[in-house]
Nanobody
Framework: EVQLVESWGGLVQPGGSLILSCAAS????????MTWVRQPPGKGLEWVST???????YYADSVKVRFTISRDNVKNTLYIQMNSLKPEDTAIYYC??????????????????WGQGTQVTVSS
């Protein structure tokens, strides 16, 4: 059974930092593209960042420079370092796995598995 478990969301003040993690099991983690997607309150899903199996990274313009995605293929864990957080970064953050086989995509239709999400609230 594939599991993606996000951790370390929480409440942070504007300008602060958080690191989210996503522990993966039951899949060939190193061969999967991995993505962070978020859903702000009352809005639809918003792509945040993707890291390919190759290590190539992509970011939404809204988070470029402030967020850094990374992966540890030994620990089967995905991370995102979020700096200079803004109130508009408030959302439920989900990690997603796929496609596999070394392919890479940021389209939700290409994701095979999703985590349960972790809440990030940026507020003073």
């Amino acid at each position: 059974e594939v599991q993606l478990v996000e951790s370390w969301g929480g409440l942070v003040q504007p300008g602060g930092s958080l690191i989210l993690s996503c522990a993966a099991s039951g899949l060939t983690f190193s061969g999967n593209g991995m993505t962070w997607v978020r859903q702000p309150p009352g809005k639809g899903l918003e792509w945040v960042s993707t890291i390919c199996a190759s290590g190539t990274t992509y970011y939404a313009d809204s988070v470029k420079v402030r967020f850094t995605i990374s992966r540890d293929n030994v620990k089967n864990t995905l991370y995102i370092q979020m700096n200079s957080l803004k109130p508009e970064d408030t959302a439920i953050y989900y990690c997603a796995a796929g496609p596999d086989g070394g392919e890479c995509s940021w389209y939700p239709a290409d994701f095979n598995y999703w985590g349960q999400g972790t809440q990030v609230t940026v507020s003073s």
